[in-house]
């Protein structure tokens, strides 16, 4: 399965953001064939939405799953409706999460915090 | 004549002033523009209220019309708009109502329908008319309230209690004012927040004033500021506990005792005559 | 780490005085003022060098060149929001645009373009502490994005520290929630008045949304006893830890006005806001509490 998660960096040793939607970079991995490749969040610097954005990026992506610390609810609504399921990260380690995703043991998001409606 | 009250920051007596000064000018309106947070309505316990919500136009989609093309979801600045699962989502708190989506999409799949974002009662105490803008909790944007409260604004003496900061919010609620009192507090953060809004009322060209309120013994850093910049200086409101106690309780204290009404009545007088005073310059 | 939040709901409670001195009893080391549209938090945290300043920016704002511009009407036409105007040649207006892009879609010939726009400023102070805050611009709309920025800012000065203290903004929109991402208790500073038990019931409801801790104490508690009594009761009802009484003090007012915190001279009201420091302590790194 494809997977996204939410980084800081597009390099090797990056970790997991604790932003979702105003990550600068998402990993999209491919567990089965263990190969992965960065996609920039074209969202992350916008003043408003910048959850919809992302999520629209992360399912353009076609991932199965989404690996992250926090999700708000607007992401989370798309993610819904394009039946994507949202887990919770363990640490920002992506090894450890990954690894943990594998075996089964991270746990699905359920704290989805309301949207930051910014703007005007 | 059109006053509107503001202030840089919250909690300075915004609401004690244009509540009090709408209470001792007998027939006249207070609105209530601080739609977050509206407070002159505990004062004034208007009757006969009739309540109106207050909508704000967003986008529709017609499923049967749309192909998918996604032209409404690139467009879309505010990041309203997903397209998933061949669907389009549309999130409402997320929309600024520009219409853009609607004028652009080639398929003609997008309407407009109305959306609730918060309500204006309005309602008598004695001879003030008071209307009160609410937004409702979760809302972003409280401005098309503030539209519609100001367009309904009856002739007459008008008290405007704007909401706090310097905010575009604060601008829509000083647009069609002819006068503009600002409230400040005798503290480094009531001289730093009336530097603020002052600038805010210099760049809209509005004649001003400053309220001092809350003043106590000993020097006044917001008095010291407005010697120094040259704005006139309104009236002077003491510290006192008993106004405090009034105040908090949300009574109104020119309706409880003859001092105050004295208080905000030469306050009345001084305004006034700063508002003919500009009218006259203007024309 | 923990991080303290100070919110308040209405305006003018006392919220960066009871912050201040918090930093102070504290020896915080790290501290932030989210306070975005009237930040007062550095008026009494002297610092003796400059900070590190970075432009923020909002929505982008619509400019026309006049050059380009044919005056067929469109963008005024289209604008909802009425920014254009076209007395003397057509213009935006910078304070009511909202950065939509209908104009410069609409444009046939291309005069309109979207133009990057500061909505503000962020400021980074490293001295004995660091020190978190920003600036909106006037007439910018209010943004959670910068309150955002300004906690990111903060974290991203790592220091080993074990406490975190936030000034909050008024109020119960986007700038409050963005403020409460993250922290782990949140203080009020209620006031007992009509209108400060009003608005504190609406910021108790919105922290309960985000499930975060929350303690009230109750600033100028003897202008009105009564309303103190009500804000006490509600407290019990509702399970919230009372974390003290701070009486009305002129001498805390000549404080502020010293660009001092109010524990920074013996004061009844500083005395007062002591002991709220320590039972917020407590109540912080003790969960049985």
Do not use: W
Not at chain 2, 102 to 107: A, K, N, T
Not at chain 3, 56 to 66: K, V
């Amino acid at each position: 399965m494809k997977i996204a998660i939410p980084v800081d960096d597009n390099t090797l040793d990056t970790r997991v953001c604790i932003s979702f939607g105003r990550a600068p970079y998402f990993l999209i991995y491919d567990t089965e064939s263990k190969e992965g490749g960065f996609q920039e969040n074209s969202a992350a610097n916008s003043p408003g939405g910048a959850g919809i954005k992302a999520a629209q990026t992360v399912v353009d992506s076609r991932v199965g799953a989404l690996l992250t610390p926090r999700c708000g609810e607007n992401a989370a609504e798309v993610m819904n409706a394009a039946n994507i399921k949202i887990y919770k990260t363990i640490n920002d380690s992506i090894r450890d999460n990954v690894t943990a995703f594998n075996e089964g043991n991270l746990e699905l998001l359920t704290d989805i915090h309301p949207g930051l409606h910014g703007g005007k | 004549m059109r006053i509107a009250v503001l202030s840089g920051k919250g909690g300075t007596g915004k609401t004690l002033v244009s509540v009090n000064l709408a209470a001792v000018a007998g027939q006249s309106s207070y609105i209530d523009c601080d739609v977050e947070e509206p407070n002159g309505y505990l004062f004034f316990k208007p009757e006969r209220v009739e309540s109106e919500e207050i909508s704000i136009r967003i986008p529709l989609v017609d499923e049967t019309l749309c192909n998918g093309c996604r032209i409404c979801v690139e467009f879309c600045k505010f990041n309203a708009l997903a397209y998933i699962n061949d669907k389009l989502l549309i999130f409402d708190e997320v929309c600024h109502s520009c219409r853009g989506c609607v004028l652009f999409c080639p398929e003609k799949a997008l309407g407009e329908r109305n959306k609730v974002i918060g309500s204006i009662e309005k309602g008598v105490s004695e001879n003030v008319a008071v209307a009160t803008g609410i937004l409702n909790i979760g809302e972003a944007s409280g401005i098309p309230i503030i539209k519609k409260l100001l367009h309904d604004m009856p002739p007459g003496s008008s008290f405007i209690d704007c909401p706090p900061g310097s905010a575009c919010i604060v601008m829509e609620s000083i647009k069609d004012a002819d006068y503009c009192i600002l409230v400040a507090e005798p503290t480094l953060f009531g001289v730093h927040n009336l530097n603020m809004v002052h600038e805010l009322v210099e760049l809209f060209g509005k004649p001003h004033g400053v309220l001092l309120n809350k003043c106590l013994e000993g020097e006044n850093p917001a008095e010291k500021y407005c010697l120094d910049k040259g704005i006139k200086i309104l009236g002077r409101i003491s510290f006192d506990r008993e106004l405090g106690t009034i105040n908090s309780d949300a009574r109104i204290a020119v309706r409880e005792n003859a001092k105050y009404r004295d208080l905000f009545a030469s306050l009345l007088r001084v305004v006034s005559e700063e508002v003919q005073r500009e009218t006259a310059l203007d024309s | 780490m923990k991080q303290l939040l100070i919110l308040s709901g209405k305006g003018g409670t006392g919220k960066t005085t009871v912050a201040s001195a918090f930093i102070k009893l504290a020896r915080a080391r790290v501290y932030a003022d989210c306070d975005v549209d009237a930040p007062n938090l550095h008026l009494v945290m002297a610092q003796h060098s400059e900070p590190k300043r970075t432009d923020y920016y909002g929505m982008p704002r619509a400019e026309i060149d006049p050059e380009l511009c044919i005056e067929c009407d469109l963008c005024r036409q289209y604008c909802c929001f009425e920014a254009v105007t076209a007395n003397g040649g057509y213009k935006v207006d910078y304070y009511a645009c909202e950065g939509c892009g209908v104009c410069e879609a609409i444009c046939p010939v291309e005069a309109v373009s979207l133009k990057p726009a500061a909505a503000g400023e962020l400021m980074l102070y490293r001295n004995d502490a660091v020190f978190s805050t920003a600036q909106l611009k006037m007439g910018s709309g209010t943004s959670g994005l910068l309150v955002t920025e300004v906690k990111k800012q903060m974290s991203s000065a790592i220091v080993d520290t074990d406490l975190t203290i936030i000034d909050g903004s008024p109020g119960i929109g986007c700038p409050v929630i963005a403020s409460l991402s993250g922290v782990d208790m949140v203080l009020i500073v209620a006031e007992p008045s009509v209108s400060g038990i009003s608005d504190m019931e609406r910021i108790i409801k919105t922290a309960a949304i985000f499930q975060v801790s929350t303690a009230v104490c109750i600033n100028k508690y003897d202008i009105n006893q009564s309303n103190t009594e009500k804000i006490e009761a509600f407290c019990q009802e509702q399970r919230l830890p009372l974390a003290g009484l701070i009486p009305f003090d002129t001498a805390a007012v000549a404080a502020i006005n010293n660009g001092q915190t109010i524990v920074d001279m013996a004061c009844l009201a500083g005395n007062a806001v002591k002991d709220v420091f320590s039972k917020t302590m407590s109540i912080l790194f003790n969960e049985n509490v």
